[in-house]
């Protein structure tokens, strides 16, 4: 009978079991297949009946603990699970989107606003020692410029924007969650996963655990600080000092008693050569032979009192030297040795930092950084949010879904940061650790490998003017004006076929790919030359029209200047930078002329919660996005171009509303000839 009732859980109940763990990991084929075995095996033998019994037992237990597990949730602090109605309706990602250049998906756009609540509440009662300054909105719409502010102020030096991100991510059970991080640290928090955020990769603040090799960063940074203190004594020392006072004065004295020496050997040499001339039709020709001997000898005694003072001079400051040397150099071995201990600290450092990928494969930051451009890993490598959320979810064993990073609190003065704007992962410092921790996904295709892929607009290409020597076209926005890294379609291009005959570069100038308006181009070398002279020498006129995603400031004049120095930004390319210290001048005239209120029924103006201002730009110099560098920055007009998928927040289907409209020049064959075109901006 046993025999039997194993035969009919077999036959009747394991199918159902499988149906009951998940649908989609046993297939009906797999269960009619495992159902056909034990019939068979059932039927062969009484030992064939006793193997059944012995199976039996161990597959009541294993389906007894698949289907207790199917039913238990996942167990995790960190991990929050999201109900069903939040996701059912919207069509989850079927790839995970390329970290670099991505819209967030709207799965994880609801669960950074979850986040963002749980920071307000949190910079209300647990992180009061962290200010993230202005502004703190109390909402978690996507409003860009609200003004309402929980803590901190955007004119406190002490306040500090911070890079949050949510990674949605599938558990082993089907369940779907997020995780949550934020980029480096927080003032007064050591232990990030105390607040419900993922933990650092590697935790240097952590003092209760130790490196897998005993490595102890506690204490190897304690020793460090002690030779910090050392030198510092040795530097502030007063007998170092004293000597060094010395050797100052005594170099000072010497050289002023040697040039003193000299200058009187060289008046001795001038007196010397008048009482020649004077003496030559007094004296006898013996006579003045012995009167010369005598100068000769006049003159070898002050060389050799010159020499004597020289020598005596470098004598006392190799004395005075040698004094200080005693001390100097003991400075200068401690220094030596701080700076060889601190590089092996930071190599212990970097090894520490082992991440993880889907597959379970670990990579040390070293390894991961040797091949690129910069040879070892920058400053604050590896604790940025993205790598913590992939790494936390690889050692859980959660299945990456969407992910989205955000800015909140302040900007950096250099950087472009706006709060509540989401960004990709940053170049420099994620990129090459993302490409090993996303090793074995599915990623989607970068969008910047469709760039001007579009070959569609050439119909688009509109001329506004031609002669035998010029042509100027009216560039569509998303068109490129030079072929690019994986496209050739182009102005340039289609100028080239247009005008097989052309000679010389053609262009004179260039329009950023998402910027539409006037471009001229020269048909031949002399046009060319003629033309792009005028442009370096400034005597162009330009003019762009914008539409900034947001209102300015009250306290904006209406017409001003710009000037804030620009720089490319190596750890986010292609990003610019302000510079003050390295950057190119970058000087910008503007003009607001309109500031609009939402309007339902224009798609450009409903893209911001407070309006958009419409202003005119009159770059003084072109560097790289200068414009859309100046309106985002907040030493500039603080707000970002509507469509600004660099440096603001662009929407699905929104363009950059940027626009080239006007231009002056003169003829490149007639040089007094003023030539103005226009192009009424299509925003």
Known sequence: MRDFASFLFLVLIFPHLFQHYDSGRASTSQQARTTAAVVQAFSSSYAGRRRIHSSVMN??????????????????????????????????????????????????????????????????????????????????????????????????????????????????????????????????????????????????????????DGFDYGKEEAELNAMNRRIESLETNPELNRRRAILNEVKEQTTLRLAKARKEQKEQKKLRQQQRNEMMNQLTEEEYKNFEEELIQQSAAFQRHVKEVKATCQAQVQEAEESLEELESELQSAKQTRKNRSSELQNKLFDQYQFWNIGGKTKSLLPIFAATSLGRPPSGAGDCAAPKLFQYAFQKG??????????????????????????PACRGKCEPILQHMLQGMNIARSPLDDVGMDSSTINDLKVLYEDPYMVVVNKPNEMLSVPGRLQDHSVFSIMKERYPNATGPLLVHRLDMSTSGILIVAK???????????????????????????????????????????????????????????????????????????NDNDEVHDSSPDGTTRVLFYPVTGRTHQLRVHAAHSNGLDIPIVGDDIYGQQRQGQRLCLHAGYIELEHPRDSGKKMTFTSEAPF
């Open 59 to 212: 597959i009541e237990a294993t389906a007894a603990s698949v289907a207790a597990a199917a039913v238990a949730p996942t167990t995790d602090s960190l991990l929050t699970i999201l109900p069903p109605e939040t996701y059912e309706s919207k069509s989850l990602p079927t790839s995970f989107a390329y970290p670099f250049c991505y819209q967030p998906h709207p799965i994880a756009v609801y669960a950074a606003n979850q986040v963002k609540e749980d920071i307000q509440e949190l910079s209300r009662t647990k992180w009061k020692l962290h200010n993230f300054g202005h502004p703190l909105p109390t909402t978690t719409d996507n409003s860009m410029n609200n003004n309402n502010t929980t803590t901190g102020s955007a004119n406190d030096e002490s306040a500090v924007g911070k890079m949050f991100g949510v990674l949605v991510v599938r558990t082993k059970n089907s369940e779907l969650g997020y995780i949550k991080a934020y980029s480096g640290t927080l003032q007064g928090v050591t232990h990030s996963e105390d607040y419900g955020f993922c933990p650092m990769v590697y935790n240097r603040f952590d003092t209760t655990t130790n490196g897998d």
């Open 398 to 423: 959660y299945t990456p879904v969407a992910l989205a990073e955000f800015w909140w609190g302040k900007s950096p003065m250099d950087e472009i940061r706006k709060h509540n704007f989401f960004y």
């Open 524 to 598: 031949d070398k002399d046009s060319h030359k003629a033309l792009q002279s005028q442009f370096i020498d400034r005597t162009v006129k330009k003019r762009y029209t914008a539409l900034l995603d947001g209102k300015v400031r009250s306290d904006l004049p209406k017409k001003g200047t710009i000037n804030l120095p620009l720089c490319v930004d190596y750890l986010n390319r292609p990003m610019q930078k302000v510079d003050w210290e390295n950057g190119k001048p970058a000087v910008t005239e503007y003009e607001i002329i309109l500031q609009e209120n939402n």
